[in-house]
Protein backbone atom coordinates (compact mmCIF):
# COMPACT_ATOMS: atom_id res chain seq x y z
CA UNK A 1 0.00 0.00 0.00
CA UNK A 2 2.83 2.57 0.65
CA UNK A 3 4.11 2.03 -2.51
CA UNK A 4 0.66 2.79 -4.20
CA UNK A 5 0.97 5.87 -2.44
CA UNK A 6 4.39 6.73 -3.18
CA UNK A 7 3.87 5.91 -6.90
CA UNK A 8 1.18 8.37 -6.89
CA UNK A 9 2.77 11.23 -5.26
CA UNK A 10 5.78 10.50 -7.59
CA UNK A 11 3.57 10.70 -10.42
CA UNK A 12 1.55 13.86 -9.39
CA UNK A 13 4.52 15.75 -8.86
CA UNK A 14 6.03 14.84 -12.66
CA UNK A 15 2.75 15.42 -14.11
CA UNK A 16 2.48 19.15 -12.47
CA UNK A 17 5.34 20.76 -14.04
CA UNK A 18 4.95 20.25 -17.42
CA UNK A 19 3.63 23.08 -19.57
CA UNK A 20 0.75 23.35 -21.51
CA UNK A 21 0.30 26.14 -24.22
CA UNK A 22 -2.04 26.76 -26.77
CA UNK A 23 -0.64 26.63 -30.21
CA UNK A 24 -1.71 28.44 -33.52
CA UNK A 25 -0.56 27.70 -37.03
CA UNK A 26 -1.74 28.83 -40.55
CA UNK A 27 -5.17 30.47 -38.32
CA UNK A 28 -6.27 27.35 -36.85
CA UNK A 29 -6.24 27.35 -32.97
CA UNK A 30 -5.10 24.03 -31.58
CA UNK A 31 -5.85 22.94 -27.82
CA UNK A 32 -5.49 19.77 -25.97
CA UNK A 33 -5.71 17.84 -23.08
CA UNK A 34 -4.22 14.67 -21.15
CA UNK A 35 -4.92 12.97 -17.83
CA UNK A 36 -3.98 10.18 -16.22
CA UNK A 37 -5.68 8.80 -13.36
CA UNK A 38 -5.11 5.03 -11.02
CA UNK A 39 -8.04 3.12 -10.04
CA UNK A 40 -7.67 1.18 -6.20
CA UNK A 41 -10.57 -0.32 -4.44
CA UNK A 42 -10.27 -2.69 -1.70
CA UNK A 43 -13.69 -3.95 -1.59
CA UNK A 44 -15.39 -2.77 -5.40
CA UNK A 45 -14.04 -3.90 -8.94
CA UNK A 46 -15.11 -0.47 -10.30
CA UNK A 47 -14.43 0.27 -14.25
CA UNK A 48 -12.29 -2.53 -13.79
CA UNK A 49 -9.16 -4.77 -11.88
CA UNK A 50 -8.99 -2.10 -9.12
CA UNK A 51 -8.97 -4.23 -6.22
CA UNK A 52 -5.18 -4.67 -7.60
CA UNK A 53 -4.72 -1.08 -8.89
CA UNK A 54 -4.98 -0.15 -12.64
CA UNK A 55 -3.48 2.37 -14.24
CA UNK A 56 -6.54 2.25 -16.93
CA UNK A 57 -8.07 5.41 -16.53
CA UNK A 58 -6.87 8.15 -18.78
CA UNK A 59 -8.69 10.61 -21.25
CA UNK A 60 -7.11 12.25 -24.10
CA UNK A 61 -8.67 15.25 -26.90
CA UNK A 62 -7.25 17.61 -29.11
CA UNK A 63 -9.89 19.99 -30.41
CA UNK A 64 -9.35 22.68 -33.21
CA UNK A 65 -10.95 25.77 -34.58
CA UNK A 66 -10.62 28.72 -37.13
CA UNK A 67 -12.11 31.61 -38.30
CA UNK A 68 -13.38 30.81 -41.44
CA UNK A 69 -14.18 34.37 -42.60
CA UNK A 70 -14.83 37.29 -40.43
CA UNK A 71 -18.34 36.18 -39.71
CA UNK A 72 -17.78 32.46 -39.31
CA UNK A 73 -15.90 30.17 -36.97
CA UNK A 74 -15.66 26.31 -37.17
CA UNK A 75 -14.34 23.55 -34.99
CA UNK A 76 -14.28 20.09 -33.41
CA UNK A 77 -12.69 18.10 -31.02
CA UNK A 78 -11.16 13.96 -31.03
CA UNK A 79 -11.30 12.63 -27.70
CA UNK A 80 -9.99 8.96 -26.50
CA UNK A 81 -10.25 7.25 -23.25
CA UNK A 82 -9.46 4.51 -21.42
CA UNK A 83 -11.44 3.51 -18.11
CA UNK A 84 -11.48 -0.35 -17.41
CA UNK A 85 -13.29 -2.51 -20.06
CA UNK A 86 -14.98 1.42 -21.56
CA UNK A 87 -13.38 3.02 -24.43
CA UNK A 88 -9.96 1.15 -24.99
CA UNK A 89 -8.48 4.61 -26.55
CA UNK A 90 -10.83 4.29 -29.54
CA UNK A 91 -10.26 7.84 -31.05
CA UNK A 92 -13.77 9.74 -32.05
CA UNK A 93 -15.40 12.84 -32.82
CA UNK A 94 -16.84 14.40 -29.22
CA UNK A 95 -17.83 17.40 -30.60
CA UNK A 96 -17.96 19.99 -33.62
CA UNK A 97 -19.43 23.41 -34.32
CA UNK A 98 -20.21 26.38 -36.93
CA UNK A 99 -20.94 29.53 -35.51
CA UNK A 100 -21.99 32.15 -38.23
CA UNK A 101 -22.67 35.88 -36.77
CA UNK A 102 -24.48 37.91 -39.21
CA UNK A 103 -24.59 41.25 -37.08
CA UNK A 104 -23.32 41.55 -33.61
CA UNK A 105 -26.98 40.88 -32.04
CA UNK A 106 -27.56 38.24 -34.64
CA UNK A 107 -26.18 34.75 -35.44
CA UNK A 108 -26.63 31.58 -35.37
CA UNK A 109 -24.74 28.12 -34.06
CA UNK A 110 -24.83 24.70 -34.84
CA UNK A 111 -23.11 21.62 -33.40
Known amino acids: ???RL???IVFILCASVVQVHAVEAE???????????YLYS????YL???EKGSF????LGINFSKDMTENLRIG??????DLGETGNNAVEVDWAFGDYHWHDWLGF???
Not at 42 to 45: E, G, W
Not at 56 to 59: A, D, M, P, V
Open 1 to 3: MKI
Open 6 to 8: LIT
Open 27 to 37: GIDIHGFISQG
Open 42 to 45: NKNN
Open 48 to 50: GES
Open 56 to 59: QFNE
Open 76 to 81: MQFFSR
Open 109 to 111: RAG
